[in-house]
């Protein structure tokens, strides 16, 4: 089992940047995909980035130019940074990981989670 925290979640104005980062630990598949969700009440958990040890990236059309994934293989740290972050973007957000190496944003490919930080962007 795959252990996730995330951490760094806080309150930004329009425009700011934060950085997401989720410690990884336990049982870690050699290969492995990590990703980046976000959920806000009564919606469905949306993908918003995903990264292999490739690495390759893939990112929700959303997000593209704002956010950047990256994984520290060495220190089993998973980050999101994001910039330029809008009123849209504010959301629980969730790191998860799968064993593989293809990129999905979809929720139901992912087997272990986080608890979840949460990002409010705002003026």
């Known amino acids: 089992q795959v252990q996730l925290v995330e951490s760094g979640g806080g309150s930004v104005q329009p425009g700011g940047s934060l950085v997401l980062s989720c410690a990884v630990s336990?049982?870690?598949?050699?290969?492995?995909?990590m990703g980046w969700f976000r959920q806000i009440p009564g919606k469905e958990r949306e993908g918003v980035a995903a990264?292999?040890?490739?690495?390759?990236?893939l990112y929700a059309d959303s997000v593209k130019g704002r956010f950047t994934i990256s994984l520290d293989n060495a220190n089993n740290i998973l980050t999101l940074q994001m910039n330029n972050l809008k009123p849209e973007d504010t959301a629980v957000y969730y790191c998860?990981?799968?064993?593989?190496?293809?990129?999905?944003?979809?929720?139901?490919?992912?087997?272990?989670w986080g608890q979840g930080t949460q990002v409010t962007v705002s003026s």
């Open positions: 336990g049982d870690i598949p050699s290969s492995v995909v």
């Open positions: 998860a990981a799968r064993k593989g190496t293809h990129l999905y944003l979809s929720s139901n490919k992912y087997e272990n």
């Open positions: 990264i292999n040890e490739i690495p390759h990236r």
